[in-house]
């Protein structure tokens, strides 16, 4: 049975005005007072438009290259602002052997709330596992609390 792990994740997404946005994650282990005790992870990536509201997200981790593709999907706009949107990415180069065994489904949800807050989770199913959480975090704007 695999352990819980308390952690923090600093996710940048940023653009340089070219149609694409870069992505960097960084997740750390933390203690109960959320002190950093050692970074777990590092993921690099871009998120490229598709047609049809189509996205990719490829992402760099431990020497592996990995590719989502999903629909986005705003719910809630005001005045012309982006208030609630999700997407829900499902991996196209599967099927893969990896550490856990080969993966059937490699799933990333996306989502916006209506206090501008971004969770996502993570889920993975190999055959000798059903589909879990690998991953999940409410994310907020650096210096909002």
Do not use: C
Not at 11 to 29: A, K, M, N, Y
Not at 83 to 92: E, K, P, Q
């Amino acid at each position: 049975m695999e352990q819980s792990v308390q952690a923090a994740h600093e996710l940048t997404v940023v653009t340089d005005g070219q149609p694409f946005l870069t992505h960097l994650s960084r997740i750390w282990e933390v203690n109960d007072k959320g002190d950093r005790l050692q970074q777990l992870t590092t993921e690099t990536g871009i998120w490229k438009p598709l047609p049809d509201l189509q996205v990719e997200l490829t992402i760099e981790a431990q020497e592996m290259i990995r590719t989502w593709v999903g629909e986005v999907k705003v719910t809630s706009l005001v005045d012309a602002k982006i208030t609630r949107a999700h997407t829900i990415m499902n991996r196209v180069d599967l099927p893969i052997s990896e550490a856990h065994g080969v993966v059937a489904q490699d799933i990333r949800t996306y989502g916006l709330d209506t206090m501008g807050r971004l969770g996502w989770v993570h889920e993975v199913e190999t055959a000798e596992s059903p589909l879990r959480s690998q991953a999940s975090f409410l994310l907020m704007k650096a210096g909002q609390s």
